[in-house]
């Protein structure tokens, strides 16, 4: 049976990837930030360590790393204020893919 951490926790990292490449084109002309390289790059790489995370999720520090990309999702409610509540819609998805994955080990 695949690790069910692997398989919820992939697709809601892969989902909040993409859903923060989204919000670039919404910061560069809905919001119109003054330093808009900054701000798009900063999101670049945000998705980027959000794919990256992906890599790592099976291993022991994996769902740490995932707290993590939680978090920076989050904070980039700074940049976008919108990610504010998507970040907090995919932390509580990450939250219940962990919670999921340690039901079906256990029982």
Known sequence: MRNPLR???STVLT?????V????PVALTVIQPEQPALVGWSL?????VTLLAVGVISKPYGP???????????ASGFLVPAMFV???VFALLWFVALRLS???RNG
């Not at 490449?21 to 670039?24: C, E, M, P, V, Y």
């Not at 670049?44 to 980027?48: G, H, I, V, Y």
């Open 86 to 88: 998507l970040g907090v």
């Open 44 to 48: 670049a790489l945000l998705a980027l």
């Open 102 to 104: 340690a039901d079906s």
């Open 21 to 24: 490449l989204l919000s670039i």
């Open 15 to 19: 989902l909040e990837a993409l859903v």
């Open 64 to 74: 740490m790393v995932g707290w993590v990309v939680q978090a920076l999702v989050i």
């Open 7 to 9: 398989v919820l926790g």
